[in-house]
């Protein structure tokens, strides 16, 4: 299994970006996929998840309202579309698979970071 995560960067506080995820290797049905993201000095953290058979989603309280997470099943993809992003985003984003929404040892596979940088 494979994971290709991409759509990270440099973005000044309050724009948008999107991340997206790309699976390869398998189906999710019964699965879930989402993000973790650390930033420098601090612990690896879960920011989202869906579950792939229902769409339920799942955020960290510290980005519900600002980012949205998304699935396309067709592209066996998920996406995380990040609005009025904050400094305190600045972080490593990685893609995970699994039931990650009950945190990182349940995550089965993890993809590559993608930076992530909001300057203020």
């Known amino acids: 299994v494979q994971l290709q995560a991409s759509g990270g960067g440099l973005v000044q506080a309050g724009g948008s970006l999107r991340l997206s995820c790309a699976a390869s290797?398998?189906?999710?049905?019964?699965?879930?996929m989402g993000w973790f993201r650390q930033a420098p000095g601090k612990e690896r953290e879960f920011v989202a998840a869906i579950v792939w058979s229902d769409s339920t989603t799942y955020y960290a309280d510290s980005v519900k309202g600002r980012f949205t997470i998304s699935r396309d099943n067709a592209k066996n993809t998920v996406y995380l579309q990040m609005n009025s992003l904050l400094p305190e985003d600045t972080a490593v984003y990685y893609c995970?698979?699994?039931?990650?929404?009950?945190?990182?040892?349940?995550?089965?596979?993890w993809g590559k970071g993608t930076q992530v940088t909001v300057s203020s």
């Open positions: 290797g398998r189906t999710f049905s019964n699965y879930g």
């Open positions: 995970a698979a699994g039931a990650i929404w009950y945190g990182s040892r349940f995550v089965d596979y």
